[in-house]
């Protein structure tokens, strides 16, 4: 495989239950080096998609390449260059941490010696030293993330794919699963991550592709997301008290969506464009207002992710 | 390869399972085996019966009487008034009680040469075991035959008394049969079939809990996402499978060898041998309906339930609780469809082998044949549920 070749190739790829479309015409390439963030709504198909990269399930139509071969449930050589962090923690409840390590780590490296470093590296990298000879049942959330991140990665995989990884863990472990992750991804591996949280997809991701109802609705890097959006940046000012016709000369501003008195601060959301905060500070200059402390938010992921696939609550699983 | 030791080793984590069904359940077992123990003396004794005669004929005929009564007991000293006699029966101090009247002897000379009906005897029976009814028939028998000897030789008392006992004496003899072949002791027998739950339940959940913990779902999908081919992973469940049903075997059947069998491994191997492969098919047996019950995806609390009934029911159909002679017509034609009932034809069968050839020991193979079926029955749907279970979820 050249360097420059795809660790991930997807073309076309269809996923129905019924008449459920789950994955709709789905394309994407993931370059080798690349932490790759599949963001989307509860049932937007990001998990069945990492399912059917996986052989777990079947598909429609389309086609799905790793490392440059088509991968399918007997690829056994392709599986063995993969690790998977899946959403729930899948680990034996009756084994040890290391034990637990170890037997999934034996089903890709049947050398024990190697495998006893490299059990003895997973364990270090997820800091479980301590709880080595713990069952699962007395590991904290935190702890059993940290655990089922070491089962998935321990054999030192190329491409490795986390769903979801710091769900219900605590801020903590939370950083250092992120910063596991960074090294992992410096050391090396291609990394697919998925995510509700925007701040870790920001934080780790090269690129991202956002999923909707099957489909691929944006993707690039977490800047040119943010260039695709009609919304700006938010403003706040600190200005004690207002007077309700300087607001309304504020909300008449072009580009300004929203502005509003709390606590003493200004909040204005503007839309994209240039010039929103001076000529904020303009209109509050001209109604002889001081202000304190001024504040600009450009838009977050969260921003794009909510203008994307907007603000309706999703019930699907 | 590691497959199948992660496999032992969540097995062997299952400590208390392995604690009540297999250990404890185990040596019920052989409890149960020991308190049946019966040895053999290789001769035959009477057991005898405590018992009272009051004579207050006094005559010789009286005394034939009581002597013939008391041989062969265990004479109790009774005084020869109502309320005695009431409280040696109600305390059950005999089991039998001869009150002889006066001038019974007499009498009994004076009837039989009259042709008339005999004097009566007074007895009393204890109820709380047979044996005084029993010796009260041997005692009316003997007064008979003083009758019928007085009717047909008459002559003097001893002359009768004489005459009946030479008569008496011939009536029964005991002689011992030697088998070709060593009798399985009963212990054995009653253990091995009791054996038939710990083995079921033991093995039913060991591997039911195995197959849960390695099918739940995340634990499935990263095992599916890795290299391990569906060869590999399958063929390591089965020896999970044929290794829990060998420990659950060998435990049981060792555990009724070292403690109840000892005179049996030399005395009857074979007999030994045919329980002992009864043992296993049934474990196996067992274990494949663990097979079954774990692609159906049954829950821990769900495998320990079944194993519980279902071990309980085949147990009892089996014989293990009440012999399969005193189950009911209609319990027995539903014992033939579990495989206990097989296996304990093979148990009894080995056990009351009078002799070891072809003839006696080629039916039990047969019945262990057919309890093979069973487990072969089970693995088969169990493969077939499976499968079909493993697309609808994929679907």
Known sequence: MASNEAVVRIRNLVKRYGELVAVDHLSLDIAPGEVFGLLGPNGSGKTT?????????????????????????TSYQLKRRIGV?????????????????????????????????LVDAAIDFVGLQRFES????????????????????????????MDEPTVAVDPQSRESILSGIERLNAEGATVIYTSHYMEEVERLCSRILIMDHGRSVASGTADELKGMIGTGEKVSVEVGEMDEATLERVRSLPHVRTAEMHAGMLRVQCASGAHNLSDVLGVLAEAGRSYGRVLSEPPTLNDVFLEITGRALRDDA | MTTFRTYLEIFLSHRVYIAIYLVMLSLVGVIIGLSAYSGTTGEFQVAPANVAVIDRDG?????????????????????????????????????YLLVIPEGWGEGLLDAARRGTQAPNLETYVSYYSGMGRLLDIEVTGYADGLYGMAATLGGSAANVIAATDDAWEGSTQVSMVKQAAAPLPTSIAVAAEFASYPIFSSAMVCIAVLMSS??????????????????????????????????????????????????????SPVQLALVGAALLVYALVSASVGFLAGQLGVSENAANALANILGMVMSFLGGAWTGLSLLPDELLAVAHFTPAYWVTLVVEGAASMGEVSAATVLPLMGDLGVCALFGVTAVLVGLVLGRSRSRTQVA
């Open chain 1, 134 to 161: 713990f069952r699962p049942k007395k590991l904290s959330g935190g702890l059993l993330r940290r655990l089922n991140i070491a089962c998935g990665v321990a054999h030192r995989p190329e491409l490795i794919i």
């Open chain 2, 59 to 95: 005559s010789e005929l009286s005394g034939a009487l009581t002597r013939h009564v008391l041989q062969g007991n265990n004479q109790v000293e009774v005084a020869d008034e109502k309320r005695a006699i009431q409280d040696a029966v109600a305390r059950d101090q005999v089991s």
């Open chain 2, 214 to 267: 390695v099918g739940r779902r995340p634990v499935r999908d990263r095992r599916l996402a890795s290299p391990e081919t569906a060869r590999a992973r399958n063929l390591a469940l089965l020896g999970a499978c044929v290794t829990i049903a060998l420990v659950t075997w060998a435990w049981n059947f060792g555990l009724e060898v070292a403690v109840l069998g000892g005179s049996a491994l030399a005395g």
């Open chain 1, 49 to 73: 998609t990492i399912n059917c990269i996986l052989q777990l399930l079947s598909y429609d139509h389309g086609e799905i390449e790793l490392f440059g071969q088509p991968m399918r449930p």
């Open chain 1, 85 to 117: 962090v899946p959403q729930e923690v899948a680990v034996f409840d009756e084994l040890t941490v290391r034990e637990n390590v170890d037997s999934f780590c034996a089903l890709y490296v049947s050398d024990r010696m190697r495998r006893r470093e």
